[in-house]
């Protein structure tokens, strides 16, 4: 990482190094029994919390919800407020449930677009190198 990219990171650039890197990444793997079809297969769950992409990601995170300003209506952080939020829906007889499996949606997503998409929105609000400085380590994460 360049030293223009250390300051959008976080200021104290030493340490936020520090819990990206891991010298000793141990992910851990182990299974989850799928109860609603037919034999209950396993479903193979990697734990990559410890891992230094996971941490990099997580890092990203926060700093596009400081610095991409969205006008989202319709996101919930957890089942519980999802839950929550539905207790005050009015539901009428004109209203339908409709669920959706989705399987491997993140393969599907285009990232050049997705990157492009990005730094559109970054640009709205913050100057080109800023946008700069969150697009680089954007690539390196999602590549």
């Given at each position: 990482m360049n030293p223009e990219n250390r300051?959008?990171?976080?200021?104290?650039?030493?340490?936020?190094?520090?819990?990206?890197?891991?010298?000793?990444?141990?992910?851990?793997?182990?299974?989850?029994?799928?109860?609603?079809?037919?034999?209950?297969?396993?479903?193979?769950?990697?734990?990559?919390?410890?891992?230094?992409?996971?941490?990099?990601?997580?890092?990203?995170?926060?700093?596009?919800?400081?610095?991409?300003?969205?006008?989202?209506?319709?996101?919930?952080?957890?089942?519980?407020?999802?839950?929550?939020?539905?207790?005050?829906?009015?539901?009428?007889?004109?209203?339908?449930?409709?669920?959706?499996?989705?399987?491997?949606?993140?393969?599907?997503?285009?990232?050049?677009?997705?990157?492009?998409?990005?730094?559109?929105?970054?640009?709205?609000?913050?100057?080109?190198?800023?946008?700069?400085?969150?697009?680089?380590?954007?690539?390196?994460?999602?590549?």
């Open positions: 300051a959008i990171m976080q200021p104290n650039y030493p340490e936020t190094t520090h819990q990206i890197s891991n010298t000793n990444p141990n992910p851990t793997l182990h299974a989850q029994l799928k109860l609603y079809k037919p034999g209950a297969p396993l479903r193979p769950v990697v734990n990559s919390r410890t891992l230094p992409s996971y941490k990099l990601a997580k890092n990203l995170y926060d700093i596009l919800n400081k610095h991409l300003l969205l006008d989202i209506h319709y996101t919930t952080r957890n089942s519980t407020s999802l839950a929550n939020g539905l207790v005050k829906v009015t539901i009428t007889d004109k209203h339908r449930l409709i669920t959706r499996d989705i399987n491997d949606l993140y393969v599907n997503i285009p990232l050049k677009e997705t990157i492009n998409i990005t730094r559109t929105q970054l640009l709205k609000n913050n100057n080109t190198q800023t946008t700069n400085r969150i697009i680089n380590p954007l690539e390196v994460s999602l590549r």
